[in-house]
Structure formats: C-alpha cells, structure tokens
T-cell receptor, first 115, second 111 residues
Framework: DSGVTQTPKHLITATGQRVTLRCSPRSGDLSVYWYQQSLDQGLQFLIQYYNGEERAKGNILERFSAQQFPDLHSELNLSSLELGDSALYFC?????FGGGQETQYFGPGTRLLVL | TQLLEQSPQFLSIQEGENLTVYCNSSSVFSSLQWYRQEPGEGPVLLVTVVTGGEVKKLKRLTFQFGDARKDSSLHITAAQPGDTGLYLCAGGKSGYSTLTFGKGTMLLVSP
C-alpha cells in the first residue's frame, strides 16, 4: 500500500460525458501528479500540482483539467469524453517539488472505459 | 516522440533464467529510475541512479546507468515468478520536476 488513494477504481461512461477522478496523496506529500496509461502510449504525464499550485504541464488535453485543494487532495476532470480517453489514470505523490531524485508514490489507478 | 526506448517490449522466460532489459535514449538524463508495475496496481520505485557508470544491486536485481547517462540496464539473476510485471524506466532532467517514462518491458516468469 503506497498510501495514495484514488476513487473510483472503475468508471464506465458514455462519449460526450464528464467525469471526475479523485486522489488523496500520502500524508505529508505536497506534490500530486496525474498520469494516463494506455497500451499504445505507455505512461504519459498529464499535470503536476505542488501545494495547491500548478507546477508542470504535460500532454494534457484542453478537455481535461485538474486542481489541488487546500487539504492537498486533487481532482482530475475529464469532459466531452471520447472513446480514445479510455485508459488507466494514475495519481502519484511526492514530498517536495519533484524531479528525478524524488520518489513518486503511485495510487492503484482508476480504470476509465468510455463506450 | 518517445524519448526513452525500452527493449525488449515483452519477455517470457522460465524460472531460474537470467535476463537483461534495456532503456535507451538520445538525451542525457540527470537521473534514471526503474519502477515495477504489477497487474492492477500502480508502479513502485525499485531504484534511482544518478551518476554515470553507477551500478546498484537490489538482491537479484542489478541496475546500471550508462557512462554518458543516456542509457540504463536492469539485469535479473535467477528470475522467479514473483518478478513478473511491467518494468518501467523513467528519466529526470535537472531543472525539471517531472519524469519521462518509457513504455516498459513486460516480463513473464513461468514456474
């Protein structure tokens, strides 16, 4: 158990809909990262928040948005869903700003299926 | 463009065999991390290497960072079924807070 929790574990929805994925980081961790994992693209970084502020942006679509709340939990909002958005979405957390020498602790993921 | 190329993509071996998986890039990284992801779970960090030529051992796993810090390898001795999983390498660069992940090597160790 990494200490990172994600809800829901599974989500099935229809094209055009909007969903919200939730993440609670490990106690004491200030950074939250969101990733999308698919068979063809692998693990793709979407966005990072540090202590409530956006710190880095990756390959995140304009239809997707995220935020980190004062209690440090984070939400990833996916709207106007398309079939190609079906994937595993992971949240990870780390103690500090991030970088290659920090450990990222991953949650168990949310499996999204868009029909 | 995939900055980190992992090979092979898939490896199926028998218990007791040795294996090596590779992580290559044309870019220089300040650090290289290896993660293992088991089915239905998130990746878990195995090791971080930061110095060119560095070798780290974790029981039966040996990790090496290339001298030029562009590549890395993971060698497993006497593989066991519990080693089954997706092995991901991730590169970090100075001044950046995020990691670039390879697509991974899926390892299946049969009894």
């Amino acid at each position: 158990d990494s200490g990172v929790t994600q809800t829901p574990k599974h989500l099935i929805t229809a094209t055009g809909q909007r969903v919200t994925l939730r993440c609670s980081p490990r106690s004491g961790d200030l950074s939250v990262y969101w990733y999308q994992q698919s068979l063809d693209q692998g693990l793709q970084f979407l966005i990072q928040y540090y202590n409530g502020e956006e710190r880095a942006k990756g390959n995140i679509l304009e239809r997707f948005s995220a935020q980190q709340f004062p209690d440090l939990h984070s939400e990833l909002n996916l709207s106007s869903l398309e079939l190609g958005d079906s994937a595993l979405y992971f949240c990870a957390s780390s103690v500090g700003f991030g970088g290659g020498q920090e450990t990222q602790y991953f949650g168990p993921g949310t499996r999204l299926l868009v029909l | 463009t995939q900055l980190l190329e992992q090979s092979p993509q898939f490896l199926s071996i028998q218990e007791g065999e040795n294996l090596t998986v590779y992580c290559n890039s044309s870019s220089v990284f300040s650090s290289l991390q290896w993660y293992r992801q088991e089915p239905g779970e998130g990746p878990v960090l195995l090791v971080t290497v930061v110095t060119g030529g560095e070798v780290k051992k974790l029981k039966r796993l040996t990790f090496q960072f290339g001298d030029a810090r562009k590549d890395s390898s993971l060698h497993i001795t006497a593989a066991q079924p519990g080693d089954t999983g997706l092995y991901l390498c991730a590169g970090g660069k100075s001044g950046y807070s995020t990691l670039t992940f390879g697509k991974g090597t899926m390892l299946l160790v049969s009894p």
